[in-house]
């Protein structure tokens, strides 16, 4: 180990581990430094259930999906994605329910036979405009970082800009009424899960 690195990268995770690696192929002297006896951060696999002990599971981040593809080609890596279909499961207390996946006809039809075609509607609304955003501000993550404003200013169309400066600024219940879904219980889901992943 060099005792005098050019840089000394303060955590294992997965951010500190990308940072190494861009630094040393820069070509400098890189020393990480993880006080924990695993790397990964929120990114490792780990075994927490004694009652299933090879049951790998994620205990941070569960999303590739926020990594820029951007960033994969710059590190020159492969990584084997699987997708999640479907990819979430809203239980109720009673037989209703939702399972999020690729088959719209299905979603539709639950959505309308558990909820109402308002709710269906209301989705499809909520989906295409975040749509829309995450399209707007994927090449916001590889660049230094704006104020709201700016950032609403320089990379999103104008007919979204105060849109997403509102859903920054304000909470996520206020930004769902604007689609005027009629269950409490679908906009409850879409404010406490993964509904705005990559946003």
Not at 131 to 143: F, G, N, S, V, Y
């Amino acid at each position: 180990m060099n005792n005098n690195p050019d840089v000394i990268v303060i955590g294992a995770g997965h951010n500190g581990l990308v940072s190494a690696l861009l630094l040393a192929r820069h070509g400098l002297d890189v020393l990480v430094v993880e006080e924990k006896n695993v790397i990964g951060g929120a990114c490792r696999t780990e075994k927490p259930f004694q009652t299933a002990p090879n049951l790998g599971t994620s205990t941070g981040a569960y999303l590739l999906g926020l990594m820029p593809p951007e960033l994969i080609k710059i590190l020159d890596i492969d990584i084997p994605l699987i997708r999640r279909d479907p990819h979430y499961f809203l239980p109720t207390t009673d037989a209703r329910y939702l399972l999020f996946g690729s088959n719209r006809q299905s979603m539709q039809q639950q959505f309308i036979s558990f909820f109402s075609e308002a709710d269906w509607k209301a989705n499809e609304a909520l989906q295409n405009e975040l749509e829309q955003l995450r399209e707007d501000i994927a090449p916001t993550w590889l660049e230094s970082p704006l104020s709201i404003e700016e950032t609403a200013e320089k990379y999103l169309r104008p007919t979204l800009r105060q849109i997403f400066i509102n859903l920054c600024r304000n909470s996520v219940g206020e930004y769902l009424e604007r689609f005027d879904f009629k269950s409490d219980l679908v906009k409850a889901m879409y404010a406490v899960t993964d509904g705005f992943s990559g946003l």
